[in-house]
């Protein structure tokens, strides 16, 4: 069965750090394009950041940029969002979604998707 699973999410203070990991089982990482997508009650869902399977990164929105970080370690078939210098308005659930192939140009066409991991930034 082919499915992502997220984790590492949780309650944190403004200003301070998460780690999420997304890892796939049943297929392999290599080929794929993987994007963490989040969404917070009442909106719509919307990409973050994306990873290529070049390790090339785009950052979807200009709020995370110079926050956060995504990285791939295909040898474990896991993808990382480090987030720092948190914010309220990161509160979120996050999930991370795969496509077929390399590019991240778009935020249409991943599947795959997890149960999503909590996110709460909160005082």
């Known amino acids: 069965q082919v499915q992502l699973v997220e984790s590492g999410g949780g309650l944190v203070h403004p200003g301070t750090s998460l780690r999420l990991s997304c890892a796939a089982s049943?297929?392999?990482?290599?080929?794929?394009?993987i994007g963490w997508f989040r969404q917070a009650p009442g909106t719509e869902r919307e990409g973050v950041p994306c990873?290529?399977?070049?390790?090339?990164?785009?950052y979807y929105l200009d709020s995370v940029k110079g926050r956060f970080t995504i990285s791939r370690d295909n040898a474990k078939n896991t993808v990382y969002l480090q987030m720092n210098s948190l914010e309220p308005e990161d509160t979120a659930v996050y999930y991370c979604?795969?496509?077929?192939?390399?590019?991240?140009?778009?935020?249409?066409?991943?599947?795959?998707w997890g149960q999503g991991t909590q996110v709460t930034v909160s005082s």
């Open positions: 049943g297929f392999t990482l290599d080929y794929y394009a």
């Open positions: 990873i290529s399977t070049t390790d090339s990164s785009t």
């Open positions: 979604g795969a496509r077929f192939g390399s590019s991240c140009r778009s935020t249409g066409g991943f599947g795959s």
